[in-house]
């Protein structure tokens, strides 16, 4: 068995802002059917620190960037985690990465610098009895693990690097290098060094041995200038060892059959009851009780990335329509208030929840007719897959996973009786509002409407094939190092 240690800073289900937390923690089950063993380490935020079963301290930081830290080592339901329990970087309310006032946290960058470091020295044989053949960091966050491990002494596991969304780097001044206790050739051009400035995710991906991002089209999209956000150069030069490994679901959560959040379980071939669950939502939005009114659903952080204000623009004409919207969101305070304006201005046709709210969430894949995800880039989304598994035809833009993992209902797609939604290009207004237009004709005609709901439920959104090739990636790095 391959000896892992994952490295993220959020993961299912002890804190979670997004779909990191998801994948984070569906990978160990998912892979250790696969053939390799993983631990995974994360900040010990209170919410961690208090979820923790079996916890026991196996190693103790004097100073760790300004304060003592203990290794916990602990689990969460059936995952084996190491808490960098380090109250004065982590024991902070609320969000992991940002304060009340929704800004970052000052000390962003030592913090995960910390959490870095302190993953090298474990994954490199620190704790006694505890040893890894591989490091795999989770965005930037994790991203400096790969740099202090790089720099090590002695022997060290293999690195993998995982992209889960470019945009967010962990960029800081230079005058922060000295305080990382790094040797001074680590800020160059081929190492942290990153337009004057210090790049985590940029060193991550100079000393990694592998590179995955997490869907093919993703792979491709960000070596390229219009999606690289200032790293396509970087990563068009480490091509060798750059590929994209598509998400899948953790079918112990998101599974109609089984939903515990949901008021009807149903399953594929056996959606009778669907519709209860889209009384529910609409009852919980405060939507017209009408089985026949086409239902739209999101489920989103709201911000520049998901495009939902294209969908603002649309709204009029949808309602027009006689469709129903239905938004669970946070982010943007501007589109907060937008979608909330909108529910109010078009009482019983538009819903809307601001906030976090995980029950919510599963009811809108179980009661939504269709879900809509117009990003303006996608490395892969979550929320369309989950869609296609409870039957929620998902309307998508043709960027990153969204294109890798639903299947248009074209004209020969619908022939080949293989369509499983829509996605539609170019993400914007107007290229959204041909998109609705479609759904509505698909919607009228109920017969080839169930076959792609059908289609889309059968579609293999699980993790086996993804999982198979994350070993595979690790046993190709294990061989390159023998
Ligand atoms: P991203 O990670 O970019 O936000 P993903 O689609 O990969 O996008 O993952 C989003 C995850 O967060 C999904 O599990 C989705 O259900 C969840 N999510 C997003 N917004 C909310 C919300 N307001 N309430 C509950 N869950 C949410
Ligand atoms: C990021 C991306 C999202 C992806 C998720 C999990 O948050 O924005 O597309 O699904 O990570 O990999």
Redesign the pocket.
Known sequence: MIQVLAVASEIVPLI????????AGALPPAIAAAGAKTTTMVPGYPAVMQALTGAVAVHTFADLFGGPARVVRGNAGSLDIIALDAPHLFARAGNPYLGADGREWADNGIRFAGLGAAAAAIAAGLVPGMEFDILHAHDWQAAMAVVYLHFHDGPRPGSVLTV??LAFQGRYPASLFPRLGLPDTAFALNGLEYHGDVGFLKGGLSFAGRITTVSPTYAREIAGIDNGMGLDGLLRHRAGVVSGIL?GIDDTLWNPATDSLIPAQYGRGRTGKRPVNKAALQQRMGLEPNPDALLIGV???LTS??GLDLLVDQIDSMVAAGMQLAV???GDPDLEQAFLAAAEWHLGSVGC?V????P??HLM?AGSDALL?PSRF???????L?ALRYGAIPVVSRVGGLSDSVIDANEAALVAGVATGIQFWPATADGLGTALHRLRTLWQDRPVWDRVQRNGMAADVSWRGSASRYVALYRSLLADRS
């Open positions: 979670k802002t997004g779909g990191l937390a998801d994948v889960h969304n998400n489920v989103s952080r990335q998901k669970l969101g946070a929840i906030g976090y709210d995980e919510v969430a894949q995800v996608e490395p892969c989304g979550l929320t369309q989950y």
